[in-house]
């Protein structure tokens, strides 16, 4: 079989003849508004792509491996060498950790990825002062004792490691040296990235407890730390997730992502570090949302202009690697309905893989309800295993490239988040930006867009603002409400075991001498010194404290899950839902669709739909709905035949009920529309209703409780 020839017998039709055919089609409708998509990103995608529209564009004829690596870092992709499997791992305690570790190693984990809680975060000991907040969907680690149980077991010589560390990165890396040091592991085999993120955490925040020079003394300390002595583990961390999960598009999580990494190269060269030393210790990590397409484009056009700004710099083509760390979205996963998160998941999974990245963490369906037990841990897991070894997506590398779609899509993507990062450092970098409320105001404009187009269902929510089942048993949370009195008991015996103030006061003497201070701080950790006490004496500077606006983390379905979840307590206080009455007027053909459509409306907002059988006349429409006890009644028709009974109907049932509200399925003319609601229809719902503020305004209106 010749190839050359294979074809030769089809005539290669132009884009224009496939134009006149595709507008035949459509039959008079518009083809731009029926085939072109708008995007958040401001990109408008057509229905197909062609060789002509990728033919100038230079990185499509590069190769894995090679700069400025859109196509990935390695030159035959997962091939040699697949991505870890670096799924987080929820537990409250260290021995649960271990625990998890060490069973989900056994079954295809392959990096060790300990999400610390909000205390340790904060580089905070699990006191009195975050109550609230010590023990949460994380591990509390507060003592080198804590991670000697953590990695109990756990060869960190072999196993590479994931663990972000908040704001600053030194006291918790201290914890783990000193670990390391007990264990007996050589420290120069440690891989992985252990790291911060101060302005990532800024944002997220909205303040730190420190001046952000002191966070970059910090990634400067540690970085110059691992460059002499961990080569393979990196300490500076760049996230997506502050930007992703407040509603930001794919362009903006570029831009500030790489405008983040350009504000931390700056801030080490300055302190004394070259960008050899910089870039590779650089841990990238990004959120992945459910548009495929743009997800993988994310992906390459962030390789493409990472390399572009490291060579700008001076930096080596090693140095121009990219490392990225990949989640599947957290913004768009649902509390309702929640196995669907199983589906969002995989399409997120997948689009990561074949994005290229270096390591990925499967969200559990139950993610956003409870810290995942080991069923949804395993499922989540073996998702990653799937990919990899049933639909082999391992065997090809960066099977996306050559796709005109994909490669025109990297370009466009690539050049507006260019253009959005300049904007940024002409304002004088991220820190500047931040401050001046840039990144947050330019994400919050694009989070309404999106929250709107939520609300009208314009972007649907499967389970959520489309396809409700309000019949769902919700999924049973087990917290474990005993673990932060055990933490406190745990603190207060090592306490009392170990002077802290003698600790710091030990700590804040040597540090006056010119001596290595991530030895002092290992050793300070030997002696016994708590997270809370490193942090103290690594950060007392005397300059005032970030402070800046922080960003709205939120996830896309929460106004209809607050709507569903006033509907469930309605129904716990008074034993019934609010209820919706159908009145179906005609045949079948005249209402049903309009009947089908409001069911579906009231019920993503928790109502119980009564739909009875159809009946012909006003009179008798009336009758049933005051009959029902209803508050709300819609009536279902079509537009022809609404003026033969509305108005009588609406005056009818006004009379019996006056204080009932009277809805109408569907979108009449002007005119019609005021002769409706002058003989007593309340409001008319329709494909371009906001469906959560009316279902919100209906609520508050037949008093279900907030």
Known sequence: MNKETLFQDFSVPTYDQWREEAEKSLKGASFDAKLLTKTYEGITLQPIYR???????????????????????NALGYVTRGWEVSQEIPATSPKAFNEAAKHDLERGQTMLNLVLDRAALSGLDPNASVANTAVDHGVSIFHRED???????????????????????????????????????????????????????????????????????????????????????????????????????????????????????RALMERGLSIEQIAPKIQFSFSIGS???????????????????????????????????????????TVLDPYVNLLRASTEAFSAIIGGID??????????????????????????????QEAHLSKVADPAGGSWYVEWLTDALAEKAWRLFQ?????????????????QSEIEQIAMKKSESIAQRKDRIVGTNMYANIQEQPIATDADTAIYQERLACLKAHIESHDQEAILESWKAKKSVAQDVM?????????????????????????????????RIHRAAEAFESLRSRAEKHLQKTGDRPQVFLASVGPLAKHKARADFSAEFFAVGGFEVLRPDPVTKAEEAT????????????????????????????????????????????LPASEEINVYKAAGVDDFIHVRSNCYQMLHDLQERIGVMS
């Not at 499967?362 to 810290?371: G, K, L, W, Y």
Request: hydrophobic share 45%; charged share 20%.
């Open 519 to 551: 030895q002092q701080a290992v050793q300070a950790a030997n002696s016994g010194a708590t997270l809370g006490t490193l942090t103290k004496a690594w950060i007392d500077d005397q300059i005032q404290a970030a402070t800046v606006r922080p960003l």
């Open 291 to 333: 548009q495929s397409f743009m997800e993988i484009a994310k992906l390459r056009a962030a390789r493409l202009l990472w390399s572009t700004i490291v060579e700008a710099y001076g930096g080596s083509a090693e140095a121009q690697k990219m490392n990225i760390h990949a989640r599947t979205s957290a913004w768009n996963k």
């Open 51 to 73: 060789k002509e529209d990728v033919q100038n564009l230079p990185h499509v004829a590069g190769v894995p491996g090679a700069a400025p690596y859109v196509r990935g870092t």
């Open 147 to 265: 991670l000697d149980t953590a990695f109990s077991g756990l060869n960190l010589e072999t196993l590479p490691l994931f663990l972000h560390t908040g704001y600053v990165a030194l006291p918790m890396l201290a914890l783990l040296l000193s670990h390391v040091e007990k264990a007996g592991a050589d420290t120069s085999k440690l891989r992985g990235f252990v790291g911060a993120d101060p302005l990532g955490t800024l944002l997220a925040e909205g303040q730190l407890p420190c001046s952000i020079q002191k966070c970059y003394d910090d990634l400067a300390q540690v970085t110059h730390w691992a460059d002499q002595n961990a080569p393979h583990l990196r300490t500076i961390h760049v996230q997506s997730h502050p930007y992703h999960n407040s509603g930001a598009n794919a362009v903006q999580e570029l831009a500030f992502s790489l405008a983040t990494a350009v504000e931390y190269i």
């Open 423 to 439: 904007q940024v450092e002409e304002q004088g970098g991220m820190l500047r930006a931040i401050e001046v409320d840039f990144p």
């Open 359 to 388: 390591s990925l963490h499967v969200s559990a369906f139950d993610e956003v309800i409870r810290p995942a037990n080991e069923f949804s841990r395993r499922i989540a897991r073996n998702t990653q295993i799937i990919l990899e």
């Open 623 to 666: 009758k049933a709905a005051v009959a029902s006890g209803a508050s709300i009644v819609v009536i279902c028709s079509d537009d022809e035949s609404y003026p033969s009974f509305v108005e009588e109907m609406a005056r009818l049932f006004k009379t019996s009920k006056p204080e009932a509200i009277l809805l109408l399925a569907g």
